[in-house]
Structures are given as structure tokens and as C-alpha cells.
């Protein structure tokens, strides 16, 4: 049997100022998951996800990626397998938007060679490729990145992290800064891009219907302990207050939810 794609082994974050932020957290997702964390701010879902990459260290227990162990010594052939969409895009505004989408090789041909923009041409023809798949035009390609309106940026967030075609996707809170239905719409793009490739999302979020919707398996997280692993049909109004507290967002008639 296959090891999962992410593992976190009685993950424990503790700051130095005492401040707890992941208390005993135990977690298998499995490959070709589209897992959601869900849970209000603070709860500890971006310190959790940011670990499968380490841009955040745990102070106790373990991260496991396809079976191996995520330390110093492993990180560099693991992070060719990862790829990130940060939630204010992380895009360099003065390049064009076809350079910061083939910044998603960087795991692959160096830092020297990316900052030298020394791209091959098998790269910019699959950044080509990329931008069409997520609705960018071919005249976008050689804009610069901060011209673009929040949700196109976005997009080229996207296109980047498909770079290398990684068996991981991170998501951490990809539409925080983006209206509702723009916000579908970029779900819907990574969930689909995911799916050609196979590929595992473990993807941050605040929305409760936009988890139900693109998950095909709710995490929430409250001050740093999990509190619910379900299908979206199981996130229920008990499980929502045992997320948010009484005061949280509650179901609806309808099905939806009332803030």
C-alpha cells in the first residue's frame, strides 16, 4: 500500500513566548485528496499546512512526505514534489507574468539560473500551456505581473505551482483577499488542475461553504487541537459550533449558512 502523500505525527508548535499555536495534531492525507483545513483565524491551519514544506518547524513531532521524513537533509529532492499557492500570491510585480510562472522551476534548475531568467524552451512552452489552462490569454504573458486584477493573479499563482508538475499542492488561504465568485472559480481551477495530474491539495480556508463545495474531506482545527475530520456531508451544525464556538456561523434552511 502506498504511504500517504502528507503525514503530521503529534505535531506540537509552541512559540517562546509560551503561546501554543498545534497541540498534539495526528494526520494522514491521502494521495489525490483535496483536503481542506478549515477553522477560525488563529486555530493553527497555515502554521500546520506551511510544515509540509518547511516554511514553518514544528517543535515536536514528526512531517512525512510519500513515506520520508521532512528534515534538512531531505528537503531539497522533497521540494521538487510540493508546489505552494501563497494567499497574496507571491508574485515578483515588475517581472512578466510569464517569468514568475516559470519561477515554479526554481526547485529544479537553481536559483542562479532563474534569477538569470536562463528558462529552456520546453519550460516556456509548458508556461505557455499552463497560462492557457487557467484562463490567462496569451497576451497576458508578457505583462508585468502587478498589472494584473487580484484574481488573474492568482491564476498565474496557479500556472506556477504546476511548474513541475508536483505531486503535492499547498493552498494557504488562496482566495482570503478575492470576492465570492471569483473565489469558485480559483477553487474550481486548482481542484481541476489537481485532478489531470493526480495530485494531493491540502488547501487552508475560512469559508465554510466553499469547503463543502471543493473538499473531499473537511480538517478543522480550534486553538490548535483537532476537532473534526469528515466528509463534507458530516460538517453538520454540532460540528460547525464545535469549530466556531456558539457564536460561529450556523446552518440554514436552505443548506447554507448564516454568518
Known amino acids: 500500500m502506498d504511504a500517504p502523500a502528507i503525514s503530521f505525527r503529534k505535531i506540537g508548535k509552541r512559540y517562546p513566548d509560551g503561546t501554543r499555536a498545534l497541540d498534539d495534531v495526528s494526520l494522514d492525507v491521502p494521495r489525490g485528496q483535496f483536503c481542506v483545513l478549515l477553522g477560525?483565524?488563529?486555530?493553527?491551519?497555515?502554521?500546520?499546512l506551511r510544515m509540509a514544506n518547511r516554511l514553518a518547524e514544528p517543535t515536536e513531532g514528526r512531517v512525512i512526505i510519500e513515506g520520508r521524513d521532512l528534515t534538512p537533509r531531505t528537503m531539497k529532492p522533497i521540494r521538487r514534489r510540493i508546489g505552494m499557492i501563497h494567499q497574496s500570491f507571491n508574485l515578483v510585480g515588475r517581472l512578466s507574468v510569464a517569468a514568475n510562472i516559470?519561477?515554479?522551476?526554481?526547485?529544479?534548475?537553481?536559483?542562479?539560473?532563474?534569477?538569470?531568467?536562463?528558462?529552456?524552451?520546453?519550460?516556456k512552452t509548458k508556461a505557455?500551456?499552463?497560462?492557457?489552462?487557467?484562463?490567462?490569454?496569451?497576451?497576458?504573458?508578457?505583462?508585468?505581473?502587478?498589472?494584473?486584477?487580484?484574481?488573474?493573479?492568482?491564476?498565474?499563482?496557479i500556472a506556477r505551482a504546476f511548474m513541475l508538475d508536483p505531486a503535492i499542492v499547498l493552498a494557504d488561504e488562496p482566495v482570503a483577499s478575492l470576492d465570492p465568485r471569483i473565489s469558485s472559480d480559483i477553487l474550481a481551477l486548482i481542484r481541476d488542475q489537481a485532478r489531470v495530474r493526480g495530485a494531493t491539495v491540502l488547501c487552508s480556508l475560512h469559508q465554510i461553504?466553499?469547503?463543502?463545495?471543493?473538499?473531499?474531506?473537511?480538517?478543522?482545527?480550534?486553538?490548535g487541537r483537532l476537532v473534526f475530520d469528515g466528509t463534507p456531508a458530516e460538517l453538520d451544525r454540532n460540528a460547525i459550533r464545535a469549530i466556531y464556538g456558539e457564536a460561529g456561523p450556523v446552518p440554514i434552511a436552505s443548506g447554507g449558512l448564516a454568518a
Not at 534548475?109 to 529552456?120: I, Q, T, Y
Not at 499552463?130 to 491564476?155: F, T
Open 128 to 157: 505557455c500551456m499552463l497560462a492557457a489552462s487557467v484562463g490567462l490569454d496569451p497576451a497576458h504573458m508578457s505583462r508585468r505581473a502587478d498589472s494584473l486584477s487580484g484574481g488573474q493573479q492568482q491564476r498565474v499563482g
Open 40 to 48: 477560525p483565524s488563529g486555530a493553527g491551519k497555515s502554521t500546520l
Open 209 to 223: 461553504e466553499l469547503a463543502r463545495t471543493f473538499a473531499d474531506r473537511i480538517v478543522a482545527l480550534r486553538h
Open 102 to 123: 516559470m519561477t515554479g522551476a526554481l526547485p529544479a534548475l537553481g536559483p542562479a539560473r532563474v534569477l538569470a531568467g536562463l528558462f529552456p524552451d520546453a519550460l
